[in-house]
């Protein structure tokens, strides 16, 4: 059994992508969700379990930092940890989104073995 996990970046390539990443890393998922940007994001956590999310920061509509803050404000999405993988890698930028409540940061692309490792720091064990 493995975890469930929502994928949040406005390319269907990146996301189709980062579904790969996990199958090299044989990380079994019980559920890979998807979502073009934080709006469709909240939408896909209303209506399922999902035990950490993979967000980019630059979105239409809502982007990652907006994703963040609005799911840290939401007593029922708050304690999904949020892990930011993006191009984007300034300090000051990372910084902001630590201090937003961030679990984690991996830049694109990222390797097989930096997802697992991020996955395990964050979640513990991959069941």
């Known amino acids: 059994m493995g975890y469930s996990v929502l994928i949040v ?3 269907a390539t990146v996301r189709s992508s980062m579904a790969r990443v996990f199958d090299m890393a044989n ?4 559920d890979l ?6 709006l469709e994001a909240l939408d896909v956590l209303q209506e399922n379990w999902v035990d950490i999310v993979l967000a980019d920061i ?3 509509k ?3 930092i907006e994703l963040v803050r609005s799911m840290k404000s939401n007593p ?6 949020i892990a930011i993988v993006s191009t984007e890698g300034s300090q000051g930028r990372i910084a902001e989104l630590r201090e937003a409540g961030i679990a984690g940061y991996l830049r ?3 390797r097989p073995e930096e997802l ?9 064990e991959w069941q």
Do not use: H, Q, T, Y
């Open 9 to 11: 970046d406005d390319s």
């Open 27 to 30: 990380l079994p998922l019980a």
């Open 33 to 38: 969700f998807e979502a073009e940007n934080g």
């Open 58 to 60: 630059n979105m239409p």
């Open 62 to 64: 809502m982007n990652g």
């Open 76 to 81: 029922e999405l708050r304690n999904i940890p």
């Open 108 to 110: 694109k692309p990222c």
């Open 116 to 124: 697992k490792n991020l996955l395990v720091e964050v979640l513990g």
